[in-house]
T-cell receptor, first 118, second 111 residues
Framework: GAGVSQSPSNKVTEKGKDVELRCDPI?????LYWYRQSLGQGLEFLIY????????KSGLPSDRFSAERTGGSVSTLTIQRTQQEDSAVYLC????????????????FGPGTRLTVL | DAKTTQPPSMDCAEGRAANLPCNHS???????VYWYRQIHSQGPQYIIH???NNETNEMASLIITEDRKSSTLILPHATLRDTAVYYC????????????FGTGTSLTVIP
């Protein structure tokens, strides 16, 4: 079946521009996660959605970062006034997770969007 | 979530079993052990997870010690395509929270 997809696969932008990154989770998955990975580094958690709600925004690095999810499906991560330190691979994952019900919440990852800020 | 300790790198001959260790001495009773891997320039790939019992699927086997303070991921017949960074993660399932990936073990399968 179709996995998590992300677009664009690569994005090059100039410092100060805004960018939008898109994530299409696996159909039926209620939970969606954003991470970023800088070159040679581990994964850094950014934000998590349960349905359309984001109960944990503590990982967003600054107020230039925001994310939304509509219809319990597609999510968009927006970075305003990009800086060079924002350059990284942005990864999206989804899981079937239903809160309060003991079910597998294994996260499945997309291929990522490589963002380069010049 | 409990922290994990993994060797930074390992080599394995092609066709042989790759045994990747992980220590999680502070694991709680309701925390699962998950394994993911990340091949260069790709997103992390789920491999296997377990709570107490050993688990096996088409990709690998997971052996968890009786005291649950360590585990081993076994790739029974390593191929060149198994060269990747392998992450051992412990977390409480079904909280919808993040995975802490750490630095993992870089496995190189040698022809």
């Amino acid at each position: 079946g179709a996995g998590v997809s992300q677009s664009p696969s690569n994005k090059v932008t100039e410092k100060g521009k805004d960018v939008e990154l898109r994530c299409d989770p696996i159909s039926g998955h209620t939970a969606l996660y954003w991470y970023r990975q800088s070159l040679g580094q581990g994964l850094e958690f950014l934000i998590y959605f349960q349905g359309n709600s984001a109960p944990d925004k503590s990982g967003l690095p600054s107020d230039r970062f925001s994310a939304e999810r509509t219809g319990g499906s597609v999510s968009t991560l927006t970075i305003q006034r990009t800086q060079q330190e924002d350059s990284a691979v942005y990864l999206c994952a989804s899981s079937l997770n239903f809160p309060g019900i003991l079910r597998d919440d294994t996260q499945y990852f997309g291929p990522g969007t490589r963002l380069t800020v010049l | 979530d409990a922290k994990t300790t993994q060797p930074p790198s390992m080599d394995c001959a092609e066709g042989r079993a790759a045994n990747l260790p992980c220590n999680h001495s502070t694991i709680s009773g309701n925390e699962y052990v998950y394994w993911y891997r990340q091949i260069h320039s790709q997103g992390p790939q789920y491999i296997i997870h377990g709570l107490k019992n050993n688990e096996t699927n088409e990709m690998a086997s997971l052996i968890i010690t009786e005291d649950r303070k360590s585990s081993t991921l076994i790739l029974p017949h390593a191929t060149l395509r198994d060269t990747a960074v392998y992450y051992c993660i412990v977390r409480v399932a079904n909280l919808g929270n993040q995975f802490y990936f750490g630095t993992g073990t870089s496995l190189t399968v040698i022809p």
